[in-house]
């Protein structure tokens, strides 16, 4: 069972950046897909920002410019470099990653952003 590591929540001041990780358990799954997600208290969950074959991005319209997905040296892992955070972005996140036959999920970080 391939299982997704995250690391890199915190509270942090308005205008502060924070970095994202996740790391998948397993080497050996070939993922479509990796990306993040984040659900905030009432909320529904919601599209951050994901890349695809890694190389093609697409982010939510609230994070443009602000946030950067990247892949990073160890396979089917990836960050989420976050600046000039807002209050509204206060939500727990979640990896996700996509294989040809499943979906997973992380347990989800929370990052809180707050003078």
């Known amino acids: 069972q391939v299982q997704l590591v995250e690391s890199g929540g915190g509270l942090v001041q308005p205008g502060g950046s924070l970095r994202l990780s996740c790391a998948a358990s397993?080497?050996?799954?070939?993922?479509?897909?990796m990306g993040w997600y984040r659900q905030a208290p009432g909320q529904q969950r919601e599209l951050v920002a994901t890349?695809?074959?890694?190389?093609?991005?697409n982010y939510a319209d609230s994070v443009k410019g602000r946030f950067t997905i990247h892949r990073a040296n160890a396979k089917n892992s990836v960050t989420l470099q976050m600046n000039s955070l807002k209050p509204e972005d206060t939500a727990v996140y979640y990896c996700?990653?996509?294989?040809?036959?499943?979906?997973?999920w992380g347990q989800g970080t929370q990052v809180t952003v707050s003078s």
């Open positions: 996700n990653a996509v294989s040809a036959t499943a979906t997973y």
């Open positions: 397993e080497s050996r799954v070939n993922f479509d897909s």
């Open positions: 890349l695809t074959s890694g190389v093609t991005t």
